[in-house]
């Protein structure tokens, strides 16, 4: 039985985010990033920490702390959920997962690779919108 190495890991994992980017496409002109609001202090108390934890418009995950101060960009979701707690120590914090895609509007604090790795996606993406469309007449 073949054994799969981490670089066969990262490929696939690479590959099935670059085809769940290509099924969200084309995306509708209105569907712009979701504007990520402030907690309501009746819901979250401000003195625990709130990250937003949600995916960007390439499908990868984003972890933005909620007053701003610190975000990252990750392949896995398990990686967003764990920078989060980790910013957060020594206490946890309160986890908000919004409906809608969202970016990182901060400096990159997470895997320093995947905004290259969101450029090839974003390079695939318009690829596969020239070969769709002649594919298909």
Same mark, same amino acid.
């Given at each position: 039985m073949p054994v799969m190495t981490l670089h066969m890991c990262e490929d696939a994992a690479m590959a099935a985010i670059?085809?769940?980017a290509a099924r969200r496409w084309p995306e509708a002109?209105?569907?712009? *990033? *979701?504007m990520l609001k402030?907690?309501?202090p009746d819901v979250v108390s401000a #003195? %625990?920490?709130a990250f937003f934890i949600g995916r960007n418009k390439a499908g990868l995950w984003v972890a933005r702390e909620a007053n701003g101060r %610190?975000?990252?960009v990750f392949l896995f979701k398990s990686a967003a959920v764990d920078f989060a707690n980790h910013q #957060?120590?020594?206490? +946890?914090?309160a986890l908000v997962f919004p409906t809608e895609s969202f970016e990182l509007d901060l400096e990159n604090w997470g895997n320093p690779l995947i905004v290259l790795a969101a450029r090839l996606?974003? +390079?695939a993406k318009q690829l596969l919108a020239r070969v769709i469309p002649r594919q298909r007449t």
């Open positions: 670059a085809v769940q002109p209105q569907a712009h *990033a *979701a402030p907690l309501d #003195s %625990i920490p %610190i975000g990252g #957060s120590e020594p206490a +946890r914090c996606l974003e +390079r």
